[in-house]
């Protein structure tokens, strides 16, 4: 195998093989990946590719765990010029690129057909995708499709991590670890294939086959969530809010789903509890032990931390009666309406669960700016 120091070199020759990310070099069966941050900015904990050290040593871990991620053979730390630079020696990704594969604007014949390769991936390749991301959790992935890559006889290949956080793997008795694994780490098998641009016009038949080949294709990765995450089931719900009724109505008839989603149960009514009660715990940890200010709590904390499960979303359907759809000209008006009285509903019940804690600075400091802005909305003021 080349060694780091012949690599540097020899990638001198070469052109850069990456697609929208740093500078990667073609080296047979190993590549060569540059990181580069210029020297103003290094100072202690920042640094080109600064976790790097612990990164190598969790990717291997789960290289050697058969997750589908290539191994991090050496690393070198240099000053070039200006620049601090980060070099990484690693196995070659087997498959391709989903940054290469996938074509915005693409002419509807390819995107059919693209599609309909994907919905025709074995399903055991959808449950490991979906195994793995589980396993890379803690490992700052981001679901670019130029960090995603395909093969066929393997399955999806990931690549690129920030950090590796040993302490806070998955947890699938943990719905926020649920959600965050399923929605913003592991990538949508779709990612590898062609999307239209946004104003293509097509006709009604191919745009009945598309929307039966992204079904059947989001159907499958819906399956496998399920297969691979046992506790999922309880969260199916929310995790499928913002669907379409029709594609709830296919997950149904087609025996993805073994109930009708369009009614909304007594269990998820508790469910629904369950979650605004995490976030509720969430925030106020935020407040109490970090000291987190009122306005970072009302405008950001509560929206993020409830986003994620579609708390808001939820909110509006199916717990609001106050609010009506008929009474706003503009959708955004509506949906601003709703996510306004789900926050100040949460705000409510996180001022209770306060006030039932064990006192200190922090909670003192928000119970008083809440009472003040109560005061002053009841008053006009």
């Known amino acids: 195998m080349i060694c780091i120091d012949d690599a540097i070199e020899e990638a001198k020759k070469l052109d850069d093989i990456s697609v929208g990310g740093s500078a990667c070099y073609d080296l047979g069966n190993v590549v060569l990946v540059k990181y580069i941050l210029p ?9 080109a590719r600064e976790n790097q050290e612990i990164v190598m040593k969790g990717i291997n871990e789960k290289a050697s765990m058969a997750v589908n991620t290539p191994r991090h053979l050496d690393m070198k730390r240099v000053v070039e010029g200006e620049d601090d630079v980060c070099y990484v020696l690693q196995e070659k990704c087997r498959g391709k690129c989903a940054g290469l594969m996938a074509k915005y604007g693409a002419p509807i014949e390819r995107v059919l057909s693209e599609v309909e390769f994907v919905s025709l991936i074995p399903f055991e390749q959808y449950r490991k995708l979906v195994s793995d991301a589980c396993m890379l959790y803690e490992m700052g992935y981001e679901a670019k499709n130029k960090n995603l890559f395909y093969d066929a006889e393997t399955g999806f290949w990931f690549i ?21 694994t399923i929605r913003y780490v592991c990538p949508s098998p779709l990612q590898i294939a062609s999307s239209l641009s946004y104003d293509a016009v097509i006709s009604d038949e191919d745009a009945a086959k598309l929307d039966n080949l992204v079904r059947a294709s989001k159907a499958k990765f819906l399956l496998a969530c399920k297969k691979e995450i046992p506790t ?3 969260y199916e719900f929310f995790y499928l ?16 789903i073994n109930r009708d989603l369009l009614i909304v149960s007594e269990e998820d009514y508790e469910t629904y509890r369950e979650l605004c009660g995490y976030v509720v715990n969430v925030v106020c940890r935020e407040i109490a032990e970090e000291g987190k200010e009122y306005w970072d709590i009302e405008t950001n ?13 939820f909110y509006g359907k199916y717990i609001c009666k106050d609010i009506n759809r008929g009474d706003f000209e503009h959708e955004y008006q509506y949906d601003f309406a709703i996510s306004e009285a789900y926050i100040n509903n949460m705000m ?34």
């Open 348 to 381: 409510d019940t996180v001022y209770d669960t306060l006030r039932s804690m064990e006192s200190n600075v922090n909670i003192t400091k928000f119970i008083a700016e809440y009472q003040a802005r109560k005061d002053s909305n009841r008053f006009g003021k």
């Open 160 to 180: 690129d991590f920030i950090y590796n956080r040993e302490d806070n793997k998955f947890d699938p008795n943990d719905p926020k670890k649920i959600f965050e």
């Open 232 to 234: 999922f089931n309880k």
């Open 241 to 256: 809010l913002g669907e379409s009724d029709n594609y709830k109505r296919y997950l149904r008839d087609k025996g993805f």
């Open 39 to 47: 020297l103003k900015y290094v100072k202690p904990g920042y640094r």
């Open 301 to 313: 904390s509560i929206r993020i931390e409830s986003d994620v499960f579609n708390l808001s979303r």
